[in-house]
């Protein structure tokens, strides 16, 4: 059984430039969240998706957002990159069964540099 | 609101000897608590957690936490570390008021040494 798989697992980028980050959540999994994680820091909520919406936001600003398709995988983007987007971006996944309690399962994530 | 304080940034034991990890809680509700751990490179990892029930939690690899509400307090503890043990170590509360967004403390990096 996959876990949480990401991709790519590097990426450099500049300025001004776009992104797009990809999560396949873990084999039964409904619901798909994005963490930042700066460096030396933990990590911190962007958004989360269930049934291919939105449903609850972190304090990001409108340049980063996503997208969940049919089969639960998730793309998150982010528009016109700053220096201060450089991080590691996790992908979490787990049930929506039971919020509170079910566990959720992280990727190893993708390493973001911006120049 | 809730939010976690981890008490130290850097912890170091020597190998065989045990292992406090701190962190204190912050929730208007009673509290879902987890630890995870983060080796260099690589994903985090679920070693324990806390929804209400037991309050001395078992987690993987030895490691378990106490839930002790008089405190506010889930500190992780090992009775002997190992040298694999060297990583970053978060303390995570669940958010009650939605849906189980993970907020994060700052993490203990552990530091083993021979």
């Known amino acids: 059984d996959a876990g949480v798989t990401q991709s790519p697992t590097h990426l450099i980028k500049t300025r001004g430039q776009q992104v797009t980050l990809r999560c396949s959540p873990k084999?039964?999994?409904?619901?798909v969240s994005w963490y930042q994680q700066a460096l030396g820091q933990g990590p911190q909520f962007i958004f989360q998706y269930y049934e291919e919406e939105e449903r609850q936001r972190g304090n990001f600003p409108d340049r980063f957002s996503g997208h969940q398709f049919p089969n639960y995988s998730s793309e998150l983007n982010v528009n016109a990159l700053w220096l201060g987007d450089s991080a590691l971006y996790l992908c979490?996944?787990?049930?929506?069964?039971?919020?509170?309690?079910?566990?959720?399962?992280f990727g190893p994530g993708t390493r973001l540099t911006v120049l | 609101a809730q939010s976690v304080t981890q008490l130290d940034s850097h912890v170091s034991v020597s190998e065989g000897t045990p292992v406090l990890l701190r962190c204190n809680y912050s929730s208007s509700y009673s509290p879902s608590l987890f630890w995870y751990v983060q080796h260099p490179n690589k994903g985090l990892q679920l070693l324990l957690k806390?929804?209400?029930?037991?309050?001395l939690v078992k987690g993987i690899n030895g490691f378990e936490a106490e839930f002790k509400k008089s405190e506010t307090s889930f500190h992780l503890t090992k009775p002997s570390a190992h040298m694999s043990d060297a990583a970053e170590y978060f303390c995570?509360?669940?958010?009650?008021?939605?849906?189980?967004?993970?907020?994060f403390g700052a993490g203990t990096r552990l530091a083993v040494h021979p």
């Open positions: 806390y929804t209400s029930a037991a309050t």
């Open positions: 979490a996944s787990r049930r929506d069964r039971n919020p509170l309690t079910d566990t959720q399962y």
């Open positions: 995570v509360v669940s958010d009650q008021g939605g849906y189980n967004k993970l907020i």
């Open positions: 084999s039964g999994h409904d619901t």
